[in-house]
């Protein structure tokens, strides 16, 4: 053997994990900095939960053995058969809410697969249907701009292997065997990475009882396929440790907290379900509106989730209202897309965000004839409403005072922009 050779086995076997160190030191790196900011940068996405649970018109997962027997809830998928798909009109209806990214559910908690996976027979292949909605789904964001991401629940209750089950992960299985879930799950998350082109995104949800010693390789494999990727904080669980997973946080159902040190995306439903159901409480334009700039606010991205009906398309009323959103973002889309958030932080007359030397105030609830802003360093220069309109600013010492009168204030939300003589970010949060 020469000298040469030896020296590559040693470097094999050395790496290898049975001769590697104990696995304490094992952290994951995160993606680069330049594709978490590439991502922040894009600030407003499309989230899709979908499946054959969608003909109940109940919750994706969560109404396994609750609303809907056990047994009753894993056929459903026999009778799927959404003829009126059309992948071009969803990544249609995105684009046209100004939305830049998709996140589609490949699994949720049910275990029900949209693609058709080598490893499993609970999937879209078996359905009537039959087509991959993943490949298809990609296929379409890519050809109009969108960039497209996967939701993959890590807990999966009707895998046999993974621990928990129906209903709500309460139920603890005999055959548990994590190991062989891990095998499985790495499986199906490189299917995911292999066949449908680079992703912007892996949103993992619910881990569980998946840790870290398991989690953490995991992902590390997936950033070796996709360096780019990046993943939220929800792979694995972080249980008695400090440490912070993933590349961002997801604060669900609620709008995050200004945070511009720790990237996170606030991720909520138009209607009240994840998943499609009959005659939901669709939210109001003003509400829409009012989320998406106290999210950019506060310096997170929106994941805005719709549920498709069971026959494929976006109920009628909810293409609507997005597209009513993209109006509105025609005309402020300067003051979401590729900005910060603050450097005045979000209060109850509304959330500011910034972009070079300029500043966005959102002036979501006129708190009189005037907004009182704390002082700022650089001097403002100009002041103007987007979309058309007047405001006056008085700067002092004290602080700044806004003004718009009643014609030049908009109903839902004033967008003032202000010119600085200085680059905004350069100021500090302000209260
Ligand atoms: O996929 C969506 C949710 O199904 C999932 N995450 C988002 C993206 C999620 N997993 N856990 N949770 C949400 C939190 C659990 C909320 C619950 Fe409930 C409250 C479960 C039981 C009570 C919501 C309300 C579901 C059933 C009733």
């Not at 209607?271 to 003003?286: F, I, T, V, Y």
Request: charged share 25%; with cysteine.
């Amino acid at each position: 053997m020469t000298r040469k050779f030896a020296v590559a086995l040693l470097i094999i076997f050395a790496s290898t994990p049975a001769f590697a160190a104990p696995a304490a030191e094992a952290t994951d790196p995160g993606a680069p900095p330049e594709a978490v900011q590439h991502w922040r940068s894009l600030r407003f996405g499309m989230f899709i939960h979908w499946g054959p649970v969608s003909l109940t018109g109940h919750e994706i997962g969560w109404s396994r053995g609750r609303q809907t027997p056990i047994d009753e809830y894993d056929r459903l998928y026999k009778r799927f058969n959404p003829t009126k798909f059309d992948a071009d009109a969803w990544a249609a209806t995105a684009k046209a809410a100004g939305m830049t990214y998709l996140v589609i559910t490949t699994k949720h908690h049910d275990g029900f697969c949209l693609w058709p996976s080598d490893v499993t027979d609970y999937d879209i292949g078996e359905t009537p249907f039959g087509r991959d909605v993943l490949k298809e789904l990609s296929t379409a964001c890519r050809a109009s701009g969108i960039e497209f991401g996967t939701y993959y629940s890590v807990c999966d209750w009707h895998h046999p292997a993974f621990p928990k089950g129906s209903p709500a992960g309460k139920t603890t299985k005999p055959t548990a065997d994590l190991d062989a879930y891990d095998a499985y799950l790495r499986a199906q998350v490189k299917e995911l990475l292999t066949r449908y082109g680079p992703l912007l995104v892996l949103w993992f949800d619910v881990p569980q009882v998946y840790t870290a010693d398991y989690g953490i390789p995991m992902v590390k494999m997936l950033r070796g396929l996709q360096p780019n990727i990046v993943v939220n904080n929800r792979a694995y669980a972080a249980r008695g440790r400090k440490r912070t997973v993933g590349d961002f946080d997801t604060p669900e159902q609620r709008v995050g907290r200004f945070d511009r040190d720790r990237p996170w995306e606030t991720c909520m439903t138009i209607c009240r379900q994840w998943a499609w159901k009959p005659d939901d409480r669709l939210k109001s334009l003003e509400q829409c509106i009012h989320i998406l700039a106290r999210t950019a606010g506060g310096d997170g991205n929106l994941l805005l989730n719709v549920g498709p009906m069971p026959d494929g398309r976006i109920e009628p009323r909810q293409v609507d209202r997005l597209k009513e959103i993209g109006q509105w973002l025609k005309t402020h889309g300067e003051s979401i897309y590729g900005t910060r958030g603050g450097p005045f932080k979000p209060a109850e007359w509304g959330a500011s965000t910034h972009n070079g030397s300029r500043i966005y105030l959102h002036v979501l609830k006129w708190p009189g004839e005037a907004l009182r802003l704390p002082a700022i360093g650089p001097r403002v220069t100009k002041a103007s409403v987007l979309g058309g309109g007047k405001a006056e600013v008085e700067q002092t010492d004290q602080g700044l005072v806004v003004r718009a009168g009643e014609a030049d204030r908009q109903a839902i939300d004033t967008v003032i922009a202000l010119d600085l003589d200085a680059p905004a970010a350069g100021i500090q949060p302000l209260p």
